[in-house]
């Protein structure tokens, strides 16, 4: 198996365990109700912002939000067939990539 593959089964395994404890916490309450630090400064100087924190994390949702709306039909699809909260996949993709801005 080449190290690509490799690198592909590792992500695979990591986020079946990742799906796992997700489903378990959303039963109990929800992503919505996990606290957060936010961003650091360093992620929040993507796009120069003055602020750290939930701050920072809130304003760049709102800077992705237009580019993620492409996403919504997906996410709620995918979310739907794998018991994970489309907030906390829209969440990842944002930060990930900037909803594919990056």
Known sequence: MGIKAQRELSVLHSLSNFKETIRRDNKQNGVMSVETSGA???TS????LGCSGVEASHTMAQTDRERMAKYRSKIISVGGQSGIEPALIAAIISRESRAGNH
Request: overall charge neutral; hydrophobic content about 15%.
């Open 40 to 42: 650091s400064w360093t």
């Open 45 to 48: 100087q993507q796009d120069r």
